[in-house]
């Protein structure tokens, strides 16, 4: 890896762990509403959109996965056929 990807991975890490405190004060917000409202589609709705969030990482992961692994098989194919 080269040194701009290094610095580009440390800065996005850093702000991942910057932004925790913002991300979960809005755990206590969901929760006020969800205990003040009667209705149960709210409820239905919140549950439906946590689903959808807790999805999308591993989308993103396993498309990411997917890339290095096509990547690296059309390397390993690319060597062995320049080695014939």
Known sequence: MSYKNH???LISILLIILSIENISAQCSMCRAV???NADNSAAEGI???IVYL???P???MGGLGYYIYRTHQKQKKKSQSASS
Do not use: K
């Open 54 to 56: 807790m999805a999308f």
């Open 7 to 9: 610095i580009t991975i």
């Open 34 to 36: 969800l205990e003040s």
């Open 47 to 49: 549950n439906d959109g």
């Open 58 to 60: 591993y989308l993103l």
